[in-house]
T-cell receptor, first 111, second 110 residues
């Protein structure tokens, strides 16, 4: 199994631009999580899905953030418009009942 | 109050020492517990699950105290390669929500 696949690995963009992060969970996993990690705030849960349905998006910081999971093998996290304070590492993780397996993350820099 | 709280450290101990971390959680309905390890610039990786009866995996021992709502991790005979950030993780199985603590940094010196 290839594990959780995230793309891109790195993204550098300018303030105001739209950013789309992508995730392919492990096949057979029914839960998918988006986290954001910064030095100041640690690992924050943004949103998670069970069976492709968003369950809790209370961690999404603002309306500029949105996430979708159109099918069991794909999810996106979109930031529109992006701001410098969105700079962080964004992790996607998937789970099948127990602990979650993480992707390698997307390092986002908003200039 | 944070849902999962950990001492951020850093813990700086000599090779061969025994070191222990604690973590507290606020939701008494939490059902599953884990320790993850995260190396610099890498993703978190599952180290071990934590069971009510306590469990051991080589040099690592994890324990759960439901009454006091804390989890511990003990590392015996620490190695240089144990240097990392250790994240306490709590899962509410009814909703599948997985919450991470902010992590405890461990540095093992020769």
């Amino acid at each position: 199994d290839a594990g959780v696949i995230q793309s891109p690995r790195h993204e550098v963009t300018e303030m105001g631009q739209e950013v789309t992060l992508r995730c392919k969970p492990i096949s057979g996993h029914n839960s998918l999580f988006w986290y954001r990690q910064t030095m100041m705030r640690g690992l924050e849960l943004l949103i998670y899905f069970n069976n492709n349905v968003p369950i809790d998006d209370s961690g999404m910081p603002e309306d500029r953030f949105s996430a979708k999971m159109p099918n069991a093998s794909f999810s996106t996290l979109k930031i529109q418009p992006s701001e410098p304070r969105d700079s962080a590492v964004y992790f996607c993780a998937s789970s099948r009942g127990q602990g979650a397996i993480f992707g390698s993350g997307t390092q986002l820099s908003v200039l | 109050r944070k849902e999962v709280e950990q001492d951020p450290g850093p813990f700086n101990v000599p090779e061969g020492a025994t070191v222990a971390f604690n973590c507290t959680y606020s939701n008494s309905a939490s059902q599953s517990f884990f320790w993850y390890r995260q190396d610099c610039r890498k993703e978190p990786k599952l180290l071990m699950s934590v069971y009510s009866s306590g469990n051991e995996d080589g040099r690592f021992t994890a324990q759960l105290n439901r009454a006091s709502q804390y989890i511990s991790l003990l590392i015996r005979d620490s190695k240089l390669s144990d240097s990392a950030t250790y994240l306490c993780v709590v899962k509410d199985s009814s909703a599948s929500k997985i919450i991470f603590g902010s992590g405890t940094r461990l540095s093992i010196r020769p």
